[in-house]
Nanobody
Framework: QVQLVESGGGLVQAGGSLRLSCAASGFTSSSYATGWFRQAPGKEREFVATISRSGSFTYYADSVKGRFTISRDNAKNTVYLQMDNLKPEDTAVYYC???????????????WGQGTQVTVSS
């Protein structure tokens, strides 16, 4: 059974940090590119970051560039999203997803996790 499970969300003050994890099971995560997306209440889901299968290529939304870092440990079948200097506008449910190729289009992604809540207080 293919499954992606996010963890690491929580409540943090503005300027703080969180690290999200996306653990894959039922398939080898190195076979897929992985992306992070987020959805705030009343808003559409938006792209955050993506990483290629090997980890050699990464791409970020302008809103998080320089603050967030995506990485992967294929030996652990896990992808991470390090979030620093968090802002209240980063508050959202964060989802990880797997695709054959990395990109910012959510339609490219085949498998999705259930999401983890990130709340940033001002």
């Amino acid at each position: 059974q293919v499954q992606l499970v996010e963890s690491g969300g929580g409540l943090v003050q503005a300027g703080g940090s969180l690290r999200l994890s996306c653990a894959a099971s039922g398939f080898t995560s190195s076979s897929y590119a992985t992306g992070w997306f987020r959805q705030a209440p009343g808003k559409e889901r938006e792209f955050v970051a993506t990483i290629s299968r090997s980890g050699s290529f990464t791409y970020y939304a302008d809103s998080v560039k320089g603050r967030f870092t995506i990485s992967r440990d294929n030996a652990k079948n896990t992808v991470y999203l390090q979030m620093d200097n968090l802002k209240p506008e980063d508050t959202a449910v964060y989802y990880c997803a797997a695709a054959y190729n990395s990109g910012g289009d959510s339609g490219m992604y085949r498998y999705w996790g259930q999401g983890t809540q990130v709340t940033v207080s001002s």
